[in-house]
């Protein structure tokens, strides 16, 4: 009876998302344009970036088609590490982080954040810049927003995005980024934007397109603000004991260095857990239990919230400690 009932209800709401997609879809789209900007007026953005903005914006289905992708699990972490760090990611990293020491010491000495991992992020969001995204912001989004089945988030993030170009931080036709709408060599999402971009070289614009101040100070002041603590690591990777129980692993479970140590897990040579360090840690196998594993304290936590997926925090920690080395 209560499986019935659970069935039911999963159908009834499959039913309504399919008639709002519908509902949706079967508004032409300029009559729907017609309607957002409206909206955009409300919430006071100015006329004539609204009609700027959307010159010729039409739905791209090459986004659709990115967005009903969904490659996330196609792909295991060994072969997504192999991807994101190669040796080309790690010596460009190293290099940009020795020619821009001096801005990123600045940086890192402001908000507390290690300018590694501040290029770590940079090197895996963008290539270091050289992969920012080839579409228009406003003509993704509007895509997005349009097509219905994340319609509200991507409202709200068009209406954002609409925002930045009214206070002037970048032109509409230059407002370029990912299919999703992530923007800048950081990557951020236009509500990031304005929660975390700051102008790191006091032109009074939020330049993460150009400006690598602008870029290397938002992305520290994100994780500054999501609490990057600067007396901790990220993690590192460990070496587990033979019967390692797969409940003991993920982010749930935090236990400190020396009830790890206890428990048989090393440094991957076999030495020993640096059990006086009092931070606690949970242990990350992204591939399970018979692959690599990862000692992942608060830090890592906070890679988290720029991205939601153990095989970017991962990366990132792991490209941060090459590009220091």
């Not at 990611?89 to 507390?112: C, E, M, P, V």
């Not at 300018?115 to 895996?124: K, M, P, T």
């Not at 692993?249 to 140590?261: C, R």
Request: hydrophobic share 40%; net charge positive; aromatic share 10%.
């Amino acid at each position: 009876m209560i499986n019935d009932f659970k069935k039911t209800s999963y159908l009834f709401i499959l039913l309504c998302f399919v008639q709002v997609t519908v509902a949706q879809a079967s508004v032409p789209f300029d009559q729907w344009l017609v309607d957002l900007k409206r909206d955009a007026l409300a919430q006071g953005i100015s006329a004539n970036i609204v009609d700027v903005a959307f010159v010729d914006v039409k739905p791209i289905p090459r986004i659709i088609e990115l967005d009903r992708k969904q490659p996330e699990g196609t792909m295991t972490y060994a072969q997504y590490y192999d991807r994101v760090i190669s040796q080309k990611r790690i010596n460009d990293g190293r290099a940009l982080y020795r020619q821009h020491k001096a801005l990123l010491d600045r940086t890192s000495a402001k908000y507390g954040v290690p300018a590694n991992v501040i290029v770590s992020l940079w090197g895996i969001e963008t290539s270091y810049g050289n992969n920012t995204g080839g579409f228009g912001v406003v003509p993704a989004l509007a895509t997005l927003a349009y097509d219905g089945r994340r319609s509200s988030f991507f409202r709200k993030e068009l209406m954002n995005a609409l925002k930045i170009l009214d206070e002037g931080h970048i032109a509409p036709a230059k407002m370029k980024g990912s299919w999703a709408g992530a923007m800048g060599q950081n990557q951020f999402m236009p509500s990031s934007f304005h929660a975390f971009a700051v102008d790191g070289n006091g032109d009074g614009k939020r330049n993460i397109w150009t400006s690598l101040p602008d870029v290397f100070a938002s992305t520290a002041n994100y994780l500054s603000k999501s609490g990057w603590n600067a007396d901790e690591r990220w993690g590192r990777e460990v070496k587990l004991p033979q019967g390692f129980q797969k409940n003991l692993t993920g982010l749930d479970t935090k236990k400190s260095l020396k009830q790890w140590a206890g428990m048989g897990v090393t440094l991957p040579d076999g030495t020993a857990l640096p059990v006086s360090v009092g931070m606690k840690a949970s242990v990350v196998v992204p591939d399970g239990v018979g692959g690599r594993a990862f000692l992942a304290y608060d830090n890592y936590r906070v890679i988290m919230k720029w991205n939601k997926s153990t095989y970017f925090a991962t990366s990132v920690g792991l490209l941060s400690d090459d590009i220091s080395r």
